[in-house]
Each structure stands twice: as structure tokens, then as C-alpha cells.
């Protein structure tokens, strides 16, 4: 008989006593016939069920969901006290046009300087072309969105010819695009452009709608049963500024997976390394934007997903709060841990399209009350000054806790420049039961999932999922409803103790993934693959962002003794966007000098 476990309340907790657990995850790493097998096993009515409970007891998740006693009530979405206001911001009106909410933000941008980009390369190390400096071209007539186009085209076409492929978007209608980019030059022409954002090119994740295109979510047959007529809440926005949509991004198949492997289409490469991952689950909006293609991107972000490829594709990728933004038109739109949210290749690109697309759904404003949305005002001369007063959280032993120690040290380099630089404060904290928040995450969204795909399931579309799918989707069929709501009470433990800690920091700091792009097992592009160990890395620090519904940032910081990206991610206090934004910028530009450029990129602004 099973020990029984009786947990302290969380308020209770000797925080002297905790020790930090290194997680080891224990399954085994499948790929092709091996990965097939073990599929049929786990599919199968009898064995299929002890092989997942036999699993499940050896990462110690049978004890927590069904052996302990959890004091706690349970909290099926986040919930949080009231906020204080944010130092040095400005308001933007969730219920204004989205154009006006990105002018206002561009206000609040340090002043654009053409010259230092313009005129020859100014700076030894590589630099991406910014959102201003598309405007700044289109307005000066160095270019026009049509021009602009036809360089993308023309790389997104022979992306899409590559043998074995390797396609960055799942769908593309190269006419689409000449007829937004045709209606944008004309606005240009007339003088009359939408806003900053008119001319911009961006990529949409593939389970994010965008009209006319379908929403497959990575798969072969989501578009199948069912059908996109509008867009969704997010691109819509985006659309009303004079965004130019490329289409449809490559994804990991329903975005359950880190690495961004789809055997469906074929598998994005990263741009800093085409025999590694881009990271996923947002693995073609990740890929785009660091390959110099599109300014920005939007992806879903339920375990990391747009922060893992953001990190190790070496660009900036922002997790906004629960509900920050209207997840309306995603499919997973019932979700309590998924956002949408901005991919781009700098922090003030970021901050620009996050303006955009901000704005919580009605449901989620009688729900979540959220503090009203603003952005950093960075135009003010004193706007970095007031970093100093910052306190950034640091649990060193989780800090520290990487594959590879160039991780922990350019993190640590960066934060320490931002020091010495601003006179941020450095304060350790703890954070106790990392082993069971995790648990709780993987027991939510997985069971959130399932309850989305069951119809579908049922209907015999199952079996059209890949291999490394259906491995998910046997786990998250063995939870029962009792799982689910001991999950939703560790939920709540977990978030007392972050409130808590948010008393005496800002920010909590970590690296953004445990170990850098992985290397892409051949056997694994036409099958799939199925290894935890990676995931457990790559999502070692990205969990109380999707489990308890916080803002955080991805950002690179330097790369790793291979070349390869290294992101520090900022978590922030619920609806803390604008702070984590102010750090995230003079991070980024404490930073600047050691961006290197993709072995894949593309200038489609000065493509002759």
C-alpha cells in the first residue's frame, strides 16, 4: 500500500529547510521504428495503461497526484492581489484602435537616429533592420513593401523546395502577399500609411487564425473539420495597422513539443546552426525572424513555446499575463496557460507589436481584473536611471542548474553588466517545490488538451497525429478528473509562494532554457522523436509562466563555446509587462556587441 504524504500549508513553509532537487526525468529517448513500437504498446488497451502508470510512479508524479494530501484549495486560473502601478510608463487604451495604441508606444521609443543606420555599418558586430527602419525606407523611398516582398518570396520559395524540407511556413500564397504588399505601397504613395507597423511583414503561428489561410496546427487534418472564416482577435489587430501577413508558420504538431520537429511537413532549422532545432513549440515564427525574413511573428506560448525557439534561435520572444491578450481564434483558445504573443528580432520590435495586439477578452476582465496595460517610457532621459531601483530575484541553485556551464556564466555576465551599468540589485531567493509545479503544468495543459482534441480523437482522426503526439496523448489520457484538481491546488501553493517572493523582488531572473539548440537526430525528421531529457532542459526555468500565468521575456545574451544562442529570461509580476520591457531593452543593449550573424540570413531590405 502507498505511503500517504501530507504536505504543510504553503504559508507554513521553512523556506531555510528547502534544498534544491535536481529533476531528472526518467523515459526513454525514441526515434523511428523504436518510437513506432512504443507507440503501439501505449496505445494498447491493457499493457498500454501499465506502461504509462510504470512511468508515471518513476517521476514521482502517481505519489503527488493521488498519495498527498494537499492542503490547499484548488485555483483553476491564476489569480492575483492588486498591483501596484508600474514606475515610468505610459497607458494604453486596451479599447482604443490598435494603430493609436502603437503610436503611442512609438512616442515612447528613444529617439530614431537613420543616420547611424543608413550610412554604412556604424558598428562592428551584426544588427537585424528594425520596424523603424522599414518605415524609414518606405517613407524615404530606399524601398516599398512590393520590392520588399518579392526578396521574401523568393527565399520562402526555395526554403520550400529543400530536400529533405525544411519549409518555414505550412502555408504560403505568394499572390496574397503581392496583393497586401500592392495596397501597402499604394497608402505609402498616397502618403497615407496605417501606422508604423503598415508595410511590416509578419509570420502567424499555424494554429493561430489568419484568414484566408487554414489553421492546421501542424497536423494533416485540423483544417479538415474545422474551418477559418475570421481572424483571429490578435491578427486582426495586427491587420487594422497595415501588417503584411506571409502566411502560416511551421509548428511542433499542436505545439506538444519543444523542439519544433514536425514529420508532417517537414522540420524548421535553426538559423545559427541548420543541423540543430529551432526549439518549438513556435519552431517557424522563431526561424523567420532570426533569419532576417519577417520583423516579427506571433506564437502561443502554453510551455514555453514562444520563449524555448525565441532563446535558442538567438531573437526576442515576450510571454505576455493570462489574458493580457485575446486568445480568441487560437486553437487553444479554452486553454488556463496558453497566451499569443510577440516573436521579434529586438526588444522595441517586440514592444511595438505587443501594443498592437494587447487587450483582454471581456470574460477574462470580469475574471483576471487586470491592471490597466501600459509600455516603458524609454524617450525620457532618465528612463534607464530608474532601473537601479530594481531588485532582481536570483535562485542560484536553479540559476545554475544547466547542461553546460556557458549558460549559466553569459546569464550571469549579462546581469552583472546590468549592475555594474545601472545599479541593479542581485537578491537570492528560493522558490520551493520546482518538481511539483512542473507536474501540475504537465497535468493541466495536458489534460486542458486532450479535452480540446477528444472529438476529433474519437472520430478517428487520432490515429493522423504523429508518433510523438500520440506518446503525449496516451500520458495525458491516463490523467483522471482528481489529478486535474490536485493540480489546480499545487497551482495555488505554487502561486503563494511568488506572490511572496514578488514582495521583496521585481524580477525573477533565470536562463531561458537549460541547454542550448539541439542537434536534429536524422532518424527523427521522418518520424518524429520523443526525448524528455531534452524537454526537461529545455523547459527547466519557462514553467511559472504558463502555470501561473506570468509575463516573461526571452533575450539573447551571447552564445555558447559552438556559436550557438543563449536567451536570459525575466519574469515578471502579474501584468508587468512594461518593467520587464525596460530591463529587457538595456539588457539587449548592454549586449549588443556580440550579436553575430545567422549562418541563414537574408537582407530583404538592401537585396540588390
Not at 542550448?516 to 518520424?527: F, G, H, N, R, V
Request: hydrophobic share 40%; net charge negative.
Amino acid at each position: 500500500m502507498a505511503k500517504k504524504r501530507v504536505m504543510v500549508a504553503a504559508k507554513n513553509i521553512d523556506l531555510s529547510a528547502v534544498k534544491y532537487e535536481q529533476e531528472e526525468i526518467k523515459a526513454p529517448h525514441l526515434t523511428g521504428l523504436a518510437l513506432k513500437l512504443f507507440v503501439w504498446i501505449v496505445e494498447a488497451p491493457i499493457i498500454g495503461s501499465l506502461v504509462i502508470s510504470l512511468l508515471k510512479k518513476q517521476n514521482k508524479m502517481t505519489q503527488l497526484l493521488r498519495n498527498t494530501v494537499i492542503p490547499e484549495a484548488p485555483m483553476f486560473k491564476p489569480e492575483y492581489p492588486p498591483q501596484e502601478p508600474e514606475p515610468g510608463v505610459v497607458a494604453l487604451d486596451e479599447d482604443g484602435k490598435p494603430e493609436d495604441r502603437v503610436e503611442v508606444a512609438l512616442k515612447c521609443l528613444p529617439q530614431y537616429d537613420p543616420a547611424s543606420c543608413w550610412n554604412g555599418d556604424s558598428t562592428p558586430s551584426f544588427r537585424y533592420w528594425k520596424i523603424r527602419d522599414y518605415a524609414y525606407a518606405y517613407r524615404s523611398k530606399i524601398a516599398t513593401p512590393s520590392v520588399v516582398a518579392e526578396h521574401i518570396i523568393s527565399v520562402i520559395e526555395e526554403f520550400s523546395n529543400k530536400k529533405p524540407p525544411q519549409p518555414l511556413l505550412i502555408s504560403f500564397n505568394p499572390e496574397e502577399v503581392r496583393n497586401q504588399a500592392a495596397a501597402s505601397t499604394k497608402r505609402f504613395e498616397e502618403g497615407n500609411p496605417l501606422s508604423i507597423l503598415d508595410g511590416i511583414f509578419v509570420a502567424i503561428k499555424d494554429d493561430i487564425d489568419c484568414f484566408p489561410h487554414p489553421s492546421k496546427g501542424g497536423t494533416t487534418w485540423m483544417h479538415e473539420v474545422r474551418t477559418v472564416k475570421k481572424d483571429a482577435v490578435s491578427v486582426s489587430r495586427l491587420r487594422s495597422c497595415g501588417v503584411i501577413f506571409v502566411g502560416k508558420a511551421n509548428m511542433h504538431e499542436l505545439g506538444m513539443g519543444t523542439t519544433g520537429n514536425n514529420s508532417n511537413y517537414g522540420t524548421a532549422r535553426n538559423p545559427h546552426a541548420p543541423e540543430r532545432y529551432t526549439g518549438g513549440s513556435s519552431s517557424g515564427p522563431a526561424a523567420i525572424v532570426a533569419s532576417g525574413l519577417c520583423s516579427a511573428a506571433l506564437g502561443t506560448d502554453g510551455g514555453g513555446s514562444i520563449r524555448i525557439p525565441s532563446s535558442l534561435c538567438g531573437v526576442v520572444g515576450l510571454k505576455t499575463t493570462y489574458g493580457r491578450t485575446d486568445i480568441g481564434g487560437s486553437l487553444c483558445d479554452a486553454g488556463t496557460v496558453e497566451i499569443i504573443g510577440p516573436i521579434a528580432s529586438t526588444v522595441e520590435d517586440v514592444m511595438l507589436v505587443y501594443s498592437a495586439i494587447l487587450g483582454t477578452s471581456l470574460a477574462d476582465r470580469i475574471s483576471l481584473n487586470p491592471s490597466p496595460p501600459s509600455v516603458p517610457n524609454l524617450s525620457l532621459y532618465d528612463s534607464l536611471n530608474s532601473l537601479g531601483s530594481l531588485r532582481l530575484g536570483k535562485y542560484t541553485a536553479w540559476f545554475n542548474d544547466v547542461y553546460s556551464t556557458d549558460i549559466s556564466d553569459k546569464c550571469e555576465d549579462a546581469l552583472n553588466l546590468l549592475s555594474q551599468t545601472h545599479g541593479c540589485e542581485m537578491v537570492e531567493i528560493v522558490i520551493p517545490e520546482l518538481h511539483e509545479m512542473s507536474t501540475a503544468h504537465l497535468v493541466s495543459i495536458g489534460s486542458e488538451c486532450l479535452s480540446s482534441l477528444n472529438p476529433y480523437c474519437e472520430d478517428g482522426h487520432g490515429a493522423r497525429l504523429s508518433y510523438d503526439t500520440r506518446t503525449s496523448m496516451a500520458l495525458f489520457r491516463s490523467f483522471s478528473a482528481s489529478d486535474y484538481v490536485a493540480a489546480q491546488c499545487l497551482r495555488r501553493r505554487i502561486m503563494y509562494y511568488h506572490m511572496e517572493i514578488f514582495k521583496k523582488v521585481d524580477v525573477i531572473v533565470t536562463p531561458t532554457t537549460g541547454m542550448t539548440a539541439p542537434e536534429i537526430p536524422p532518424s527523427a525528421l521522418k518520424d518524429g522523436e520523443t526525448d524528455m531529457w531534452v524537454t526537461g532542459y529545455l523547459m527547466r526555468f519557462v514553467i511559472p509562466g504558463n502555470l501561473l500565468g506570468l509575463p516573461a521575456i526571452s533575450i539573447p545574451v551571447g552564445y555558447d563555446n559552438q556559436g550557438l544562442p543563449i536567451g536570459l529570461q525575466l519574469i515578471g509580476r502579474p501584468w508587468g509587462e512594461a518593467s520587464i520591457l525596460r530591463l529587457a531593452l538595456a539588457i539587449e543593449e548592454l549586449c549588443a556587441m556580440s550579436k553575430k550573424r545567422p549562418a541563414s540570413f537574408f537582407d530583404v531590405l538592401k537585396s540588390n
